[in-house]
């Protein structure tokens, strides 16, 4: 089994910065990629940032330039830094890690999520 926990939501200006992390335990043999989806009220969860195991990124159009992504792999931890926030960010993020468990079975996890609130 693989526990995902996330921190460092919660309520900032706009053109504010956070910082989002989320760290993987358990049963873990390897981490592939590691990444950072949001869910707006009436909106479909979409993919903001991803990672490899080899540190090729990936971002969606809206966040390029403004937020960064990152991990410890001897954490087995993924960041998100967010930086130039607009209202548009407000969001519940979700961080989510492919992982090999020790078992040598792949599995695919979700973090509990963490409120973004940009104010104006």
């Known amino acids: 089994q693989v526990q995902l926990v996330e921190s460092g939501g919660g309520l900032v200006q706009t053109g504010g910065s956070l910082r989002l992390s989320c760290t993987a335990s358990g049963s873990i043999f390897s981490i592939y990629a590691m990444g950072w989806y949001r869910q707006a009220p009436g909106k479909q969860r979409e993919l903001v940032a991803g990672?490899?195991?080899?540190?090729?990124?990936t971002y969606t159009d809206s966040v390029k330039g403004r937020f960064t992504i990152s991990r410890d792999n001897a954490k087995n931890t993924v960041y998100l830094q967010m930086n130039s926030l607009k209202s548009e960010d407000t969001a519940v993020y979700y961080c989510?890690?492919?992982?090999?468990?020790?078992?040598?079975?792949?599995?695919?996890?979700w973090g509990q999520g963490t409120q973004v609130t940009v104010s104006s």
């Open positions: 990672i490899t195991s080899g540190g090729t990124t």
């Open positions: 989510n890690v492919v992982v090999v468990d020790s078992d040598i079975v792949p599995g695919d996890y």
